[in-house]
């Protein structure tokens, strides 16, 4: 049986996806703009842009330079999972945990090649595209964040109603833990994002959430079509 998805709540911009930079609490995905702390804490996740538009309606104060060169991160690239074009659940789950990874990389790293490749949900993963690129041409990311695939809730068919997009439909539980981004020059404008947020808190922290991605399966891959996220 085929189920047909509530368009309400599409991408929680990027707190995986949203991937996502908050200084305070990190977009896993709420964005905030305005002046984000100099160190601001990461975090990467999904939301809707109607989140993000909200919470990215005040303002922030404080960016102060450093007096030493903040050194960046270097993170690995993730590994593709074994099973990542293989047809039915276990590709489509493979595919879901990956997506998490490489979302998480690209914020930490500037490189959103591998995650575009699976990435076809048209003008939201080009908006990350371009909020990833920003980010890296702003600010020094001194601490990673982390997206981490919990488990699998529930695997079946599904459809989104808002365009007929069908494919199959994954429930599963992730967390994400906050980073650490410095300005590189506090006197430029502060870049505006839609899909990474950026807030004054410093504190680390750990957030879970919800998701729900569908997925299609293309040629021999698997691509993401939609992300819904909500925090536990």
């Known amino acids: 049986m085929t189920t047909k998805l509530s368009p309400i709540g599409q991408w929680v911009g990027a707190v995986i996806a949203a991937v996502v930079i908050i200084g305070a609490s990190f977009l896993g995905f709420h964005a905030f703009n305005a002046r984000a702390h100099a160190n ?34 270097d993170v690995p690239k993730p590994t593709p999972p074994p099973h990542l074009h293989r047809e039915g659940q276990i590709g489509a789950q493979a595919t879901a945990q990956y997506y998490l990874e490489l979302r998480a990389y690209s914020i930490n790293m500037g490189d959103t090649e591998d995650y575009m490749k699976i990435c076809d949900e048209g003008e939201s993963c080009s908006a990350f595209d371009t909020d990833v ?27 989104d109603t808002y365009d007929g997009t069908s494919g199959t439909c994954i429930k599963f539980d992730y967390s994400s833990v906050t980073g ?45 079509k939609r992300v819904w996220i909500q925090k536990e």
Do not use: F
């Open 133 to 159: 690129h920003t980010l890296h041409a702003d600010r020094i990311v001194t601490q990673p964040i982390s997206m981490k695939y919990l488990m699998t809730k529930q695997v079946w068919e599904c459809t």
């Open 180 to 224: 650490r981004a410095v300005r590189k020059d506090n006197t430029a404008d502060n870049p505006q994002y839609s899909t990474i947020g950026l807030s004054n808190d410093e504190t680390e922290s750990t957030r879970h959430y919800e998701g729900i991605m569908l997925l299609a399966y293309e040629g021999d891959t698997w691509v993401v």
């Open 40 to 73: 601001a804490t990461l975090q990467s996740g999904t939301q809707s842009p109607e989140s993000d538009s909200t919470t990215q309606s005040g303002s922030q104060s404080g960016d102060t330079l450093q007096s030493a060169e903040p050194t960046p991160v």
